[in-house]
């Protein structure tokens, strides 16, 4: 019996097309949830700096939101929960603190889809006089 070098080289190349194609999604889901972690930081730092400025805890969320719908690859700024440190008895110079969570997905053709938190928090001085 002969071996055909036809039929080893095709199944090489779908070996290696399978390996390419993943690796290719995978770095695609990494570079998605790298931008998602960037814009949570940024969302987190806008939302303190609005509370500290403000002292309006309600206004937060929306500032945490909105960063998070910046993201490049695309987000659901819905999906961003917000929670502070800030008390209304914070006096100036208190820390006060933003806590952005974006619970994701992070899913690879050939690997088992993973859920995951990314979580980003901000802490300032709260900067509004009495």
Not at 48 to 58: E, K, P, Q, S, W
Not at 95 to 110: G, N, Q, R
Request: aromatic content about 6%; overall charge neutral; proline content about 5%.
């Amino acid at each position: 019996m002969t071996r055909d070098p036809r039929a080893q080289s095709a199944v090489e190349a779908l070996l290696g097309t399978i390996l390419f194609v993943t690796l290719i999604f995978g770095g695609l889901e990494l570079a998605r949830a790298v931008s998602l972690k960037q814009a949570l930081d940024r969302g987190a730092f806008e939302g303190a700096r609005y509370l500290a400025t403000h002292g309006n805890v309600a206004g937060t969320t929306p500032v945490v939101q909105a960063a998070v719908g910046r993201a490049i690859l695309g987000a659901d700024p819905a999906q961003a929960s917000v929670s502070t440190t800030w008390t209304p008895a914070a006096s100036y110079g208190d820390s006060v603190c933003v806590t952005a969570t974006y619970a994701t997905t992070i899913d690879m053709p050939l690997v088992a889809a993973v859920a995951r938190n990314l979580t980003a928090t901000h802490c300032t001085p709260y900067e509004v006089y009495p």
